[in-house]
């Protein structure tokens, strides 16, 4: 096993490694043509001025965005060029056919105002729709928020640069789905057959107290207009003393045939059950999509009881995120369908 995962001399895959890494983990040569879509892809932008992007000092000093500085290796560095290169490059050389980046969109009041304040992150669709043109292999996530004056108009500008779904996380952006002044911008999204991706569980990067608006149930109101829904993180929790809302998306997952989830982040100790889980229902399979959740860092070990030492010591030693992301998933025997069915509901995907 460990000889098919050949790195280079900087940690990477190899580009011969590649396939034969695919084979080492279940995977025949012949159906790594079919494509690889990770769906659940982050970045960060600090430059207001040129794109609108918005980063708090709080969250400047986090962990979280500490990690996303190491993964790039720009903490001594930061500005939206570098962390567009050096993010593309990593997706250029890993084995992910398409990864669709998400923008996230700030805090508005109930009147339609951009609130600052309360905002602690802007990764505009401006920076992600200019990060797109510059890689064929990557996809263009939007975030608007529902209740900001223009939002319509801003749907409509998104659609006409090629965005496949919409982003939202309900407590970070304080949105609540069953607000009736999201009526209008869902009866867009199912005119149009563009998909939102809301986060569901507790939201850790951008956290605050308004987590009950992440959980799937307040998710109904878009589904019954018709409204593709993916729940990010299929409601699971990060960690054991967070309440799991897994239980209730699967219900809705199979209720509903426009509900959707998604494995971002399953690459750790408390979502193995999760995993096991959905690949024990097979009524799930067609019902899921794989997400890295870039750049949260998967966990390996996590899976050691069920791929053995040897396999784990080789995803290990994968240092590109994306591939590393990748192998620790496939490894666990997720159904090969979860990695390409994502390009069966949005536009463009093979373009």
Known sequence: ???????????????????????????????????????????????????????????????????????????????????????????????????????????????????????????????IYELTKRSKKALFGASVHPYRADALEELERCKSRGAVLIKWIPSSMEIDPLNDRCIPFYKYLAKHNIMLLSHTGVEHALRNSLSYLNHPHRLTLALEYGVKVISAHSGTHMFLHERSHYKAWKEMALKYDNFYGDISAFCMPTRVKYLRDIIKTPALHSKVFYGSDFPVYPLPLSFIFKIGFKKYRALKKIQNPFDKAYYSILSYGIPKQIFSQFSQHIRSCHA
């Open 1 to 127: 096993m460990i000889k098919y995962l050949k790195l280079g001399t900087d940690g990477f895959l190899t580009e011969s490694a590649k396939h034969k890494s695919l084979a080492s983990f279940g995977t025949k040569v012949s159906d790594s043509k079919e494509f690889i879509i990770d769906m659940h892809v982050h970045i960060a932008g600090v430059d207001q001025d040129k794109y609108g992007n918005f980063i708090s000092k709080k969250l400047k000093k986090s962990a979280v965005f500490r990690l996303f500085s190491k993964h790039l290796n720009i903490s001594n560095r930061v500005d939206d060029e570098l962390i567009i290169n050096k993010t593309l490059k990593l997706l250029e050389e890993s084995v992910i056919d398409k990864a669709l980046f998400l923008a996230i969109d700030g805090v508005y009041s109930k009147s339609g105002e951009f609130n600052q304040k309360k905002t602690q992150m802007v990764c505009s669709n401006d920076y």
